[in-house]
């Protein structure tokens, strides 16, 4: 599938620094700066601005990076995020209730992943549809602690009246 749509320009240039960061001729290229910075240092006497000058680039260069990088990790979460909502909504036995696990606080995700880790270790080569089920209304519990999803919402309204 061909993407025809245009990024604006912050995307773009994101998206294009954050794969030159990550290449390997940038590293090279670091390490040069770097190695030329520290040969300098006796032919400048090792002086304040000569340490000034490395101590301010890259500063400069973490500083920005920063915001690009988490500018790129955000969008790329946020697009795997929905992938695989897509996924989980499209098998009739997924349990949909996991759909919004990232809106849920640290504790409750550990207590969810024990559970889980519980029931493989138990069913050692498939997991009992009872209790996947049992650990979904468990999740739909913590999920409506936090205000839940309208889905699971409307889904505990149901289990209430049926």
Do not use: C
């Not at 601005?49 to 500063?59: A, E, K, S, V």
């Not at 990790?73 to 897509?86: C, F, P, Y």
């Amino acid at each position: 599938m061909h993407n025809n749509h245009r990024h604006s320009l912050f995307t773009s240039f994101a998206n294009h620094t954050a794969r030159a960061a990550g290449h390997h001729v940038t590293f090279l290229l670091a390490v040069l700066i770097i190695v030329t910075w520290a040969i300098t240092g006796p032919i400048f006497g090792f002086s304040d601005t000569w340490q000034l000058i490395i101590n301010t680039g890259t500063t400069i260069v973490t500083f920005l990076m920063v915001f690009l990088i988490q500018n790129t990790q955000n969008r790329d979460s946020t697009a795997l995020h929905l992938k695989i909502d897509e996924v989980i909504r499209a098998l009739d036995t997924a349990q949909n209730s996991v759909l919004n696990l990232e809106d849920l606080e640290e504790q409750e995700l550990e207590a969810i992943h024990k559970r889980y880790k519980a029931l493989a270790e138990r069913a050692e080569d498939a997991l009992d549809r009872d209790d996947l089920e049992e650990a979904a209304e468990d999740i739909e519990k913590l999920a409506a602690k936090q205000g839940g999803s309208a889905r699971s919402n409307r889904r505990a309204e149901r289990r209430k009246r049926g």
